[in-house]
Nanobody, 117 residues
Framework: QVQLVESGGGLVQPGGSLRLTCAAS????????MAWYRQAPGKQRELVAG???????NYADSVKGRFTISRDSAKNTVYLQMNSLKPEDTAVYYC???????????WGQGTQVTVSS
């Protein structure tokens, strides 16, 4: 059984920062892609940032230059450093792992990020 535990969400003022963490545990053969998605009320879930096993990253245009994704492969953990937060970043943030041999990968339970004054 694989578990993803997310942490780091909360309420922050515009311009502030948060760091999200997603730690995976259990029997994982090989993680080849780790990513953060978000879903705001009434909107579809969207990819925020992703990182491959070799360290290549990709970002949504809306967060480029403000968010940074990183990973600790030894700990099966992915991070999302979010700076210069805006009210439109308010959403539930989910981590996702694409794992060899598992169709659809694994999703975390989500963590709420609210940017408001």
């Amino acid at each position: 059984q694989v578990q993803l535990v997310e942490s780091g969400g909360g309420l922050v003022q515009p311009g502030g920062s948060l760091r999200l963490t997603c730690a995976a545990s259990g029997s994982i053969f090989r993680i080849y892609y780790m990513a953060w998605y978000r879903q705001a009320p009434g909107k579809q879930r969207e990819l925020v940032a992703g990182i491959t096993s070799s360290g290549s990253t990709n970002y949504a245009d809306s967060v480029k230059g403000r968010f940074t994704i990183s990973r600790d492969s030894a700990k099966n953990t992915v991070y999302l450093q979010m700076n210069s937060l805006k009210p439109e970043d308010t959403a539930v943030y989910y981590c996702k792992l694409n794992v060899a041999g598992v169709v659809g990968g694994y999703w975390g339970q989500g963590t709420q990020v609210t940017v408001s004054s």
